[in-house]
């Protein structure tokens, strides 16, 4: 028997009104579905770290806003602009170079001793973003964002997920991590460093040569890394019984080009091949030393008895610090038997000491994310290690972006 009326073979309750424009609840929803679908496609290490990063960055920018607001006295409209807060120190020397290049008339500073992958991608930043202090920031902040992904990702593969977020959250509230908000060059290297690793971990040795050439062309750390990624293709090649002599040890030869590269471009400018030492020895008085000498200068800056104490002395102690704390971790992941890992950070800290007197040793330590992935086991066996360092590190922390923020001099 046919119906009396006819069925809409699509709607079996009967014919469908017209479509009209969408309501808000839909457009919402549509919106929501698209954002969850793109949060979806991102790598699980960007899930679990990029939303602590974004937080611990707006709290880092707080914090400068707020210190700015109850050390200036006065008006509102006296405080310094936020680009003023964190145009500090060497963030003007990394400008220059983006801006000027080497060896410039624009300027009299010795900028040979900073290597050019940072100074390069804040130019490129800059095309789109024309305030060069905020390019500067902006690549450190996707810098820091790759890097605790990878650091997240290289603990997680240890010990779990745990684990992953003790290391982040030990980089974030390291005692030095003023650095990777400023527009410095250790963020940068950072990303380099970690991702390289990653790769040698898997067995991409050519992802893992090109990124550790990255990390070479932006700080002169990326030697003591080179030394650790040889020691990690060893380790790994042999413990999956592959042969080493093989063609991806060729990518090992990458990461010492960008090295080789920078000092031929400033033989071409100054007509020194030494031209990188020359500058450290006329800017900043700095040789290669005996690590005891450099020990001996800096211990006697760092006690010099009450009538010779300057703002600078517990920088001249943090110094000491940061060399004991490399020989420190050296010893601890040498009796873990993690080879490469003692490799990097023991290259570092012998790079470090030997010098006529120590600096920039804590930025060093802070780019050793070795460091945060011990740090990360040692919480897995004893729960209260990671609030302690927490509770103890980020007040330091804290203070050090205050004193950057206000021009006083933290490394």
Request: net charge positive.
């Amino acid at each position: 028997m046919r119906p009396l009326h006819p069925v809409d073979p699509v709607d079996p309750a009967g014919p469908s009104a017209p479509p009209g424009p969408p309501d808000s609840a839909t457009s919402l929803a549509r919106l929501s579905s698209s954002a969850s679908g793109w949060w979806a496609r991102l790598p699980e290490s960007a899930r679990a770290t990029l939303p602590l990063w974004c937080a611990s960055r707006v709290a880092v920018a707080l914090l400068s806003f707020a210190a700015a607001r109850v050390v200036v006295e006065g008006a509102l409209g006296q405080v310094p602009r936020f680009t003023e807060l964190w145009d500090r120190w060497d963030v003007g020397l990394f400008t220059k170079v983006a801006r000027y290049g080497y060896v410039s008339p624009h300027y009299s500073d010795k900028t040979e001793v900073d290597f050019p992958a940072f100074p390069l991608a804040i130019r490129l930043v800059h095309y789109v973003v024309p305030n060069w202090i905020v390019a500067g920031l902006i690549v450190v902040f996707l810098a820091g964002a790759v890097s605790a992904a990878a650091i997240w990702r290289l603990a997680t593969d240890d010990g779990g997920p745990a684990a992953g977020r003790a290391a982040v959250l030990a980089m974030i509230f390291a005692p030095y991590a003023v650095f990777l908000f400023a527009g410095y060059s250790e963020a940068l290297f950072l990303a380099f460093a970690s991702t390289a690793w990653l790769a040698g971990r898997r067995g991409r040795w050519w992802l893992a040569g090109a990124l550790a050439a990255g990390a070479a062309a932006t700080r002169v750390t990326g030697i003591p890394l080179w030394c650790g990624l040889v020691v990690l293709y060893l380790v790994e090649r042999r413990r999956a019984g592959l042969p080493v002599l093989a063609l991806p040890a060729l990518s090992l030869a990458l990461p010492p080009l960008p090295v080789f590269g920078f000092l031929w471009y400033l033989h071409g400018k100054t007509g020194e091949w030494n031209a990188y030492t020359v500058a450290m020895r006329e800017g900043w008085h700095r040789w290669v030393d005996w690590p005891w000498s450099g020990w001996k200068a800096t211990w006697e800056s760092a006690f010099p008895g009450p009538d010779g104490s300057t703002t600078f002395t517990w920088f001249w102690r943090a110094e000491l610090l940061a060399v004991v704390l490399g020989i420190v971790v050296t010893i601890a992941l040498l009796y873990s038997r993690r080879w490469a890992e003692a490799t990097f950070i023991g290259t570092a800290t012998v790079l470090m000491a030997a010098t006529n007197y120590y600096a920039s040793g804590v930025r060093t330590m802070l780019v050793a994310f070795p460091v945060y992935l011990l740090l990360a086991r040692l919480a897995g066996r004893f729960p209260r290690a990671a609030p302690a360092y927490l509770w103890l590190s980020g007040p330091v922390m804290a203070a050090f972006v205050v004193a950057f923020t206000q021009g006083r001099w933290v490394d």
